[in-house]
């Protein structure tokens, strides 16, 4: 099993709407990539509720790397991923083995 684990800070505005509002979009885009994407087991994201270092932390659970590389290539992720990448301002990510 592979957990990836992202960090996102998002930018104060983009694409029309305030940080709060990409954040629930966010969230809300990427969760709904579960029971969508083989291999995947979960995926969830929550807010940074301690020192605020970023906003957003996802992390999900594959059946191995090959699991997690379909998933970075799957059209669904790839749509997600283009309104995130659209938001965010910095990420910071590992991948390891449970």
Request: with cysteine.
């Amino acid at each position: 099993m592979i957990r990836h684990i992202v960090l996102y800070r998002l930018k104060e505005s983009a694409a029309g709407r305030e940080k709060a509002e990409n954040a629930r979009l966010m969230k809300e885009k990427l969760e709904a990539l579960n029971g969508r994407i083989d291999g995947l087991h979960g995926l969830r994201v929550d807010p940074d509720c301690n020192a605020r270092q970023f906003d957003l932390c996802l992390t999900a659970d594959f059946d191995d790397l090959q699991a997690l590389r379909h998933y970075k290539s799957h059209p669904l992720h790839v749509a997600a991923s283009d309104f995130v990448h659209e938001v965010m301002a910095e990420r910071a990510g590992l991948d390891f083995e449970l």
